[in-house]
């Protein structure tokens, strides 16, 4: 099972800062990576999938990298909306994996 | 625009099973796997498993020893059990639309607390 290690745990920013959430998985990916956003007491919403494609509706501060075991999600400008927790997930061998989180937070 | 709205027990006792139904409104039932996922309180998301409406089924090798997962397509609803429930699968479940390799739709959760 492929095991995705998210860094940091927290992020604290200001709005306008730039966010930058790492996920690195324990061996190569193959279906890639996808990402989620979280808020208290919601359901986790895609973000990124394959990646670098922003799922449907996501503005376009979001941006997405990597391949491999590296991955990450750029949020260029923080707006007052996108403080919440963050999810990498992969499938592999009929596996779904998802990382431990990073929560970004109102510094 | 697809919808998933579940339902079921939302408190149990320990060695009791689990039982959870998602119903899918909007878009296609058949052409895509449907899973369903937990989340511990202030922890981060498990995924359990997956079914077909053929009745394939992908399971967490962690829990598929206890799981067993569903799908009517008569009623265009699928299912979870989960058995022998202790206090660690306190969590709130989750249904999902999967792709092959990622979740767009998401059901509202449904918290299920396992207490003596």
């Known amino acids: 099972e492929i095991v995705l290690t998210q860094s940091p745990a927290t992020l604290s920013l200001s709005p306008g800062e730039r966010a930058t959430l790492s996920c690195r998985a324990s061996?190569?990916?193959?279906?890639?990576i996808a990402w989620y956003q979280q808020k208290p007491g919601q359901a986790p919403r895609l973000v990124m999938y394959?990646?670098?494609t922003r799922a449907t509706g996501i503005p376009g501060r979001f941006s997405g990298s990597g391949s491999g075991t590296d991955f990450t999600l750029t949020i260029s400008s923080l707006e007052p909306e996108d403080f919440a927790v963050y999810y990498c997930?992969?499938?592999?061998?009929?596996?779904?994996?998802f990382g431990g989180g990073t929560k970004v937070e109102i510094k | 625009q697809v919808q998933l709205q579940q339902w079921g027990a939302g408190l149990m006792k320990p060695s009791e099973t689990l039982s959870l139904t998602c119903a899918v409104k909007?878009?296609?039932?058949?052409?895509?796997?449907w899973s369903w996922i937990r989340q511990a309180p202030g922890k981060g998301l498990e995924w359990i498993g997956e079914?077909?409406?053929?009745?394939?089924?992908n399971y967490s090798p962690s829990l598929k020893s206890r799981v067993s997962m569903s799908v009517d397509t008569s009623k265009n609803q699928f299912s979870l059990k989960l058995s022998s429930v202790t206090a660690a699968d306190t969590a709130v479940y989750y249904c999902?639309?999967?792709?092959?390799?990622?979740?767009?739709?998401w059901g509202q959760g449904t918290l299920v607390t396992v207490s003596s």
């Open positions: 079914s077909s409406r053929y009745g394939d089924t």
């Open positions: 061996q190569r990916v193959s279906s890639s």
């Open positions: 394959d990646a670098s």
């Open positions: 999902a639309r999967g792709s092959m390799y990622y979740f767009v739709y």
């Open positions: 909007g878009g296609s039932f058949g052409s895509y796997y």
């Open positions: 997930q992969q499938r592999s061998n009929w596996v779904f994996t």
